[in-house]
């Protein structure tokens, strides 16, 4: 069995439902995951926009949520988790509001897509503080074991 994330609240490659987003109650989807491999030492979590911010013209990708140090028994986060109940020993980084948490979709133009990645890592990172995604990124290098993708989208109306 291989690595799998997906959300009872949309199907991958589906809408994402208006109350995960700025137009919405703007709390956090819930998610799950399965299939994490042996000898898996934690989990993270990114989810980021890469059509910001027209998906006619993308510029950037935009952070909205990112983890850290989820425990491999984890098997996910449950709608609009908050910070107090995130499994032990998870730590958050900065999204691209420059604040921890989830930062829900907020398109200005067309309709963009969300990658909610989860990776299996070999390892237990180091407290990095509140990293941005790069520096995440940067201390999975050479870490990641498996991969897995959930993509939502939202446009605006």
């Not at 703007?26 to 911010?53: F, H, K, M, N, Y």
């Not at 990112?66 to 996910?76: A, F």
């Not at 109940?85 to 829900?104: S, V």
Request: glycine share 10%.
């Amino acid at each position: 069995m291989s690595l799998e994330i997906r959300s009872p609240a949309f199907a991958n490659g589906g809408e994402i439902p208006q109350r995960y987003t700025c137009d919405g109650a703007d709390v956090s989807p819930p998610l799950e995951w399965s299939g994490v491999p042996e000898g898996t030492r934690s989990l993270a979590l990114i989810v980021d926009d890469p059509d910001a911010p027209d998906p006619d013209n993308p510029r950037m990708t935009w952070v909205h949520w990112v983890l850290y140090n989820l425990p491999p028994d984890s098997t996910g986060l449950p709608e609009g988790v908050a910070d107090s109940e995130l499994p032990p020993g998870t730590r958050q980084g900065l999204n691209d509001w420059k604040r921890t948490g989830y930062g829900g979709p907020c398109p200005p133009i067309g309709r963009h897509r969300y990658f909610h990645k989860l990776y299996a890592l070999d390892t237990v990172l180091p407290d990095l503080g509140s990293p941005t995604k790069d520096a995440l990124e940067r201390a999975m290098s050479g870490h990641v074991i498996a991969h897995a993708e959930l993509v939502g989208t939202y446009a605006r109306r």
